[in-house]
């Protein structure tokens, strides 16, 4: 087992284990034109939405409209990063549901994809290195043990800094309560994720019968759980990701299943920006050609500056 991150000394840790965001901000232009790569889900009434070609979708970088073309999903193979709350409030039966939940999530993979474990509590963990090995995952899930507090948004953090900056990564994160740990702020955390390639989609624990505010705006200061939901929620939809809730181990067994799924029906989309400057903000507008539907996708993507 890996400690990436140890209590009273995170922020040290992540400096030295994390690069500045902008070094951390795929797609990195080298060249005048480099492939954009954008994940899609696209469905309708919760179903996915098959068949799609290229001439689909319209696509536009910073309002320029661009010429797309479809990748072949089977040709990317997904390399996955599982961030799960180990904090002493994962105990009893919730630990053996995350442990079903992410059996669940191994199933629904393809052979070829890889998988790494990071669990946190205080500390942060590599618990088991991205592998294609299934069975080594689910090792490494059998050997999680609950302790400590909930450092949420440090671990997600360190899970984007260190992901893959190519192909398709995919992030989930997992957490029962409020955050009580982190250094890093929810302001932080979203540039973070907004200006790297990984899709990251969170799940969040909530006792039955709980009802969530949807009015206000998150107080960066201390988040209180209502104002997690919020904030997980908003980093994942500025991936393309969603927010899942669970109250019940075969929900989050369910959702857990429904991400692995939902990989084999995303459509990825290809293209090499024109008429646009290159560095900076990319705002990303997609819409679907002919029909209806429901578009998840990131909303833009940066590039940094050449070195000089």
């Known amino acids: 087992m890996r400690r990436l ?27 005048a034109i480099e492939s954009v790569y954008v994940d899609v889900f696209v469905s309708r009434g919760g179903q996915p939405i098959p068949g799609l070609q290229a001439s689909s979708f319209e696509l536009k970088d910073n309002g320029v409209r661009q010429a797309v073309e479809l990748v072949a999903a089977e040709s990317m193979p997904l390399s996955a990063v599982l961030v799960f709350d180990t904090s002493s409030s994962v105990i009893g039966g919730r630990l053996a549901a995350l442990k079903a939940a992410g059996d669940a999530f191994l199933r629904g993979l393809r052979p070829a994809d890889e998988v790494a474990l990071v669990g946190f509590s205080e500390e942060i963990a590599w618990l088991a290195p991205a592998t294609a090995d299934k ?35 995919l992030i989930v994160l997992f957490t029962d309560g409020e955050d009580n740990m982190s250094f890093l702020g929810e302001k932080q955390l979203l540039t973070a994720v907004q200006r790297s390639n990984a899709l990251v989609h969170t799940v969040g624990w909530r006792e039955s019968g709980r009802t969530e505010s949807v009015a206000g705006r998150i107080n960066e200061a201390e988040l209180s759980e209502e104002d997690q939901t919020r904030a997980l929620r908003q980093i994942a939809e500025a991936t393309g990701g969603r927010f899942w809730g669970a109250d019940l181990p075969e929900r989050l067994q369910r959702a857990f299943a429904e991400i692995a799924d939902a990989m084999s029906h995303r459509y990825v989309l290809r293209y090499e920006p024109q008429g646009v400057k290159r560095d900076g903000w990319h705002r990303i507008e997609l819409k679907l050609r002919g029909q209806k539907g429901d578009l998840q996708a990131r909303h833009g993507y940066w590039v940094a500056p050449l070195l000089r």
């Open 5 to 31: 991150v140890r209590l009273g000394v995170v922020v040290l840790a992540l400096a030295a284990l994390v690069p500045c965001v902008s070094a951390q901000a795929p797609p990195v232009f080298r060249s």
């Open 135 to 169: 069975a080594a995952v689910r090792r490494a899930l059998d050997r999680l043990e609950p302790t400590g507090a909930t450092a949420a948004f440090d671990a997600l953090y360190a899970a984007v800094a260190l992901s893959e900056e190519g192909g398709r990564s």
